[in-house]
Structure formats: structure tokens, C-alpha cells
């Protein structure tokens, strides 16, 4: 069974601070990886990654993988209050379209 | 991306009644994708949906429970049956999108949330 784990659960930083966010996964037939930042509802797509080394950038959010240590990180610099929000990770595998979702990183930035 | 609507927004139903959601894309997709998110927890599937064929259950998920219809290439419904507390959740649907030949950005609806008393 595919499993990603997300740490830490929960972080509370304040603006300005710079936050490193985890996921693991063991899945079989790995394909991709995907981050979302989930403000109210609905997930908002961030990254997709599917090479390890290469990092993805937007604006002051960045994202690597790495297959050899099964792990992705999410970098968040100079965070802002509107920054807060849950992070999740999830995982495709093999010949499935759906997504493995982990339990998601609570970040709150303080004014 | 896709733009995706959901509708309602938001409900308060009595146990024992049923509610059905609606999805809404912009453009025509293959398959369409149901989660729950209960309260404090992650995304777990319910039902992978594709035009012209019955959904595709995860495990501890029954038709009979969360009937979903596909009735074309943009459009999906979730009916949440003989609701109970338990199924107080936000419910979403999801498309593919861009195929990056690693696999599929993944693209989220508004979401509805749900709570039953």
C-alpha cells in the first residue's frame, strides 16, 4: 500500500522566517510527486516533480525530490501571513491517475 | 488548468437523507476524481469516474453509499446516501490536467463542504 508521510504536522513561524517542509513516501512504481497549499477547501496546485536534482521554483516557494532518499522538500522563504495554510504532499504511482495524499503540514506565520 | 465549479457550496443535512453534489468542468476530461477530507485528516479516495463506465470504488467505499454518475466528458455527480454524522467532510472533485509524460497535474474543484446532524 502506497504511504506519504508529511512533517512536521504542524509549524507556527513568524514573518520573515525562512520553513522547510518534509514528505516522505514509499509507494510501488513511483511516477510523480505533487505539492498543494489548501487555504479554506480546495487544494491549489503548486509543483509537480518527477526528477530528482531539479528543482522547481515560483516566486519564494521552491521544491526538489529526491528518488534515491524517497523524500521532497518545499522551501518557503521570507513567509508571509499569507503564507498560512495546510501544505500537502501526494504521490502518483504505477498506472493510477489518483493521488496518495499525506496528512499535510499546518503552517501559520505570525504578523 | 482547468477551471472546476461545485455545487452546493456548502450544506447542513439531517441523518438519514441524501445529498447530491455536482461537478463542473470547463473542458472535456477523461476521468474524473472524487475525495473526502473529514475533519483534521488528509485526502483519502473515494471514486475514480469515467464517461461510460461504472466507477471505479477505493477500498471501503460502496456504490450503494456514494453512487457517482459521469454523464459526460465535464460534468460528474457524488450523492452522499443515508447520511450519518460520520460523513461530515469535505467533499471534492478533482481532474487531470496537463500530462507531463510522468503523470498528471492534478487539479482541484472549490470543494463542499458538508456536515450532518
Known amino acids: 500500500e502506497d504511504k506519504v508521510v508529511q512533517s512536521p504536522l504542524s509549524l507556527v513561524v513568524h514573518e520573515g522566517d525562512t520553513v522547510t517542509l518534509n514528505c516522505s513516501y514509499e509507494?510501488?512504481?513511483?511516477?510523480?510527486l505533487l505539492w498543494y497549499k489548501q487555504e479554506k477547501k480546495a487544494p491549489t496546485f503548486l509543483f509537480m516533480l518527477t526528477s530528482s536534482g531539479i528543482e522547481k521554483k515560483s516566486g519564494r516557494l521552491s521544491s526538489i525530490l529526491d528518488k534515491k532518499e524517497l523524500f521532497s522538500i518545499l522551501n518557503i522563504t521570507a513567509t508571509q501571513t499569507g503564507d498560512s495554510a495546510i501544505y500537502l504532499c501526494?504521490?502518483?504511482?504505477?498506472?493510477?491517475?489518483?493521488?496518495?495524499f499525506g496528512s499535510g503540514t499546518q503552517l501559520t506565520v505570525l504578523p | 488548468s482547468a477551471v472546476i465549479s461545485q455545487k452546493p457550496s456548502r450544506d447542513i443535512c439531517q441523518r438519514g437523507t441524501s445529498l447530491t453534489i455536482q461537478c463542473q468542468v470547463d473542458?472535456?476530461?477523461?476521468?474524473m476524481f472524487w475525495y473526502r477530507q473529514q475533519p483534521g485528516q488528509s485526502l483519502t479516495l473515494i471514486a475514480t469516474a469515467n464517461q461510460g463506465s461504472e466507477a471505479t470504488y477505493e477500498s471501503g467505499f460502496v456504490i450503494d453509499k456514494f453512487p457517482i454518475s459521469r454523464p459526460n466528458l465535464t460534468f460528474s455527480t457524488l450523492t452522499v446516501s443515508n447520511m450519518s454524522p460520520e460523513d461530515s467532510s469535505i467533499y471534492l472533485c478533482s481532474v487531470d490536467g496537463v500530462d507531463t509524460g510522468f503523470g498528471y497535474e492534478q487539479y482541484f474543484g472549490p470543494g463542499t463542504r458538508l456536515t450532518v446532524t
Open positions: 473542458s472535456q476530461v477523461t476521468m
Open positions: 509507494v510501488t512504481n513511483f511516477r510523480s
Open positions: 501526494a504521490v502518483s504511482s504505477g498506472s493510477a491517475r489518483q493521488l496518495t
